[in-house]
């Protein structure tokens, strides 16, 4: 079991930057695949970024892509989302989570998940 809480989010001006983190308990986080999804208000929870267990492969969704920067230090426990360039659409309650396979970009391989953090980016 692993428990995740993130931290970072904010009111940010369009064009801005912003470092989102994710603190991981236990002692097998390197044992996960870890993913950041977001969830803007009215709209379906999507996909961002996921980075494999060893922070080697990486994978983005086209709308950050470019923009955004997922990493992890696992003697940390920890996995970052830098964003940057950040726009109005940005904006929404940004989750961590994990998954003892190999990455996805899908919500349903990903049983664990933080409480999530508000990403707010004014026009």
């Known amino acids: 079991q692993v428990q995740l809480v993130e931290s970072g989010g904010g009111l940010v001006q369009a064009g801005g930057s912003l470092r989102l983190s994710c603190a991981a308990s236990?002692?097998?986080?390197?044992?996960?695949?870890m993913g950041w999804f977001r969830q803007a208000p009215g709209k379906e929870r999507e996909f961002v970024a996921t980075i494999s267990r060893g922070g080697g492969l990486t994978y983005y969704a086209d709308s950050v892509r470019g923009r955004f920067t997922i990493s992890r230090d696992n003697a940390k426990n920890t996995v970052y989302l830098n964003m940057n360039s950040l726009r109005p659409e940005d904006t929404a309650v940004y989750y961590c989570?994990?998954?003892?396979?190999?990455?996805?970009?899908?919500?349903?391989?990903?049983?664990?998940w933080g409480q999530g953090t508000q990403v707010t980016v004014s026009s």
């Open positions: 989570a994990a998954s003892l396979g190999t990455g996805s970009a899908r919500e349903g391989e990903y049983p664990h």
């Open positions: 236990g002692r097998t986080f390197s044992s996960y695949a």
